[in-house]
Structure formats: C-alpha cells, structure tokens
C-alpha cells in the first residue's frame, strides 16, 4: 500500500469510527431517559449536542467526520446536510429535509433537556 493510499485508509477508518461513536451519542440522547434514566451522563450529552447545534450550527462530530471524509474522498454526495441526513439516504435511500432534522432536533433537545431537570428535581423531592 502506498503511502498515500494508507493515509486515505486511516482517515476512512477514523472517519468510520466518528460515526460510530456518533451513533453511541445518538442512541444515548434518544433512549437515555430509558437506558440511563437520571444518570448525569444523558444529560451531558443532551446539553452538549443542544449547545453544539446553537452555537455552530451543527454537531462537532458530524463537521469532524466531514473533514475526515473530505481528506479521503474528492466527492461527498448529501453530506453537507449533516450526519443524519447523509446516513439515512446511504442506508435507505431517503432521508427527511435539513430544515425538518434541524427544527425537531432542537425541540427534542430543549424538552429533553427540560423533562431531564424536572425528572431530577421531582425525585430529589421525593426523596427529601
């Protein structure tokens, strides 16, 4: 393999491995309340993705696995949209609007976020 060829296979396999960590985070904001219920780290995630999304405009790993992808590959079809839109048309061939991901990713984020304080706050009480 040349030289140029492996550096194309490691940022293939690293941009693999983003997305893989990236599904992780998503399962984790989606399903935290059953898999994690009260555990800070759900909480975490969701704060952290929210404030990606607010203050760039998209989440961080999905702008690492683009630039990781772009090094290897001279054309990436639909990935300007983000991770979820890219994945789901590379899996199933359709995938929903940018301006639907975004605008329902924001409101999940905001009222998970919210529903994960009030949770906490009424089983503190309860405790008390």
């Not at 040349?2 to 984790?28: C, E, M, N, P, Q």
């Not at 929210?50 to 999905?62: D, Q, V």
């Not at 975004?102 to 949770?119: D, F, N, Q, T, V």
Request: proline share 3%; charged share 10%.
């Amino acid at each position: 393999m040349t030289s140029h060829g492996l550096k194309h296979f490691i940022y293939a396999r690293l941009a693999d491995l983003i997305a893989l960590g990236h599904l992780v985070i998503v399962f984790i904001a989606a399903f935290g309340w059953w898999l994690l219920p009260h555990h800070p780290l759900h909480f975490i995630v969701l704060l952290l993705t929210l404030a990606s999304w607010i203050f760039t405009g998209s989440c961080i790993l999905s702008q690492l696995e683009l630039w990781l992808r772009k090094k290897y590959l001279t054309v990436i079809p639909n990935y300007k949209y983000g991770y979820l839109h890219y994945h789901l048309r590379h899996l199933t061939g359709y995938a929903p609007s940018l301006r639907f991901i975004r605008i329902w990713g924001l409101i999940y984020l905001i009222s998970a976020c919210i529903l994960w304080i009030i949770s906490i706050y009424s089983v503190t009480t309860v405790i008390i």
